[in-house]
Each structure stands twice: as C-alpha cells, then as structure tokens.
C-alpha cells in the first residue's frame, strides 16, 4: 500500500512559478513510476509528467515541455513538479500517482492503482 500527499498548491498570478511536492509513505518511489495528473473544471483529468523509480527518465505532456519539471527526491521520498510561467490554463487539481513500473503509456489513468487527494493550483491573469 502507497499513500500520496500532495503539497504545494495555491493562487498565483500569470507569470509566476510553483513547486509541487508528492510525499510517498509506505514504499519508497524507487520501486514506481511517480506521474502527475491535473483536472481543470469541466475537464477530463490529463497527465502532466511522469517519472522513472528506477532510472530516474521523465516524460511530460507535450504542451507542458519547457515550462515544468519533474524530479524525484529520494532522501525524502518525494517527487515534485516545477512550474514555471504559469497560465489561466494550467489552474486545476493537481494530483499525483503510482504504479508499478510496467513500461504503458504514461497517461493511461487506469494503470495507476494509487492516487493522492490532489492540491488546488489556480492562476489569475
């Protein structure tokens, strides 16, 4: 069993940065791949960014490459998610997730057996 808390979120202004974090306890990440998710109103849940337990290679939503950054802390068993040059639209839910390392598609929702209760990111113009 894995439990996820997210941490991190809040209201800020077009432009600005934020530094999510996803704290593990149960397992260490090095045995998962660690990805985020955001759900904005009226949306579908998308992935944002993924990371290898074990080698440490990322992937990220398209649209989101150069702007965020996933990274793992392995001394604190966290992995976080920097957010540069907020926009209107990347305000949402933020969650994270687990899942065994089983080589699928980052985004497939379904692979992910454990979720975190998510932290609000909201982005004023």
């Known amino acids: 069993q894995v439990q996820l808390v997210e941490s991190g979120g809040g209201l800020v202004q077009a432009g600005a940065s934020l530094r999510l974090s996803c704290a593990g306890s149960g397992r260490p990440f090095t045995n998962y791949d660690v990805s985020w998710f955001r759900q904005a109103p009226g949306k579908e849940r998308e992935f944002v960014a993924g990371?290898?337990?074990?080698?440490?290679?990322?992937y990220y939503a398209e649209s989101l490459k150069g702007r965020f950054t996933i990274s793992r802390d392995m001394a604190k068993n966290t992995v976080n998610l920097q957010m540069n040059s907020l926009k209107p639209d990347d305000t949402g839910v933020y969650s994270c997730a687990v899942r065994d390392p089983i080589g699928i598609m980052w985004g497939l929702k379904g692979s992910y057996p454990y979720w975190g209760q998510g932290t609000q990111v909201t982005v004023s113009s």
């Open positions: 990371i290898h337990g074990s080698g440490g290679s990322s």
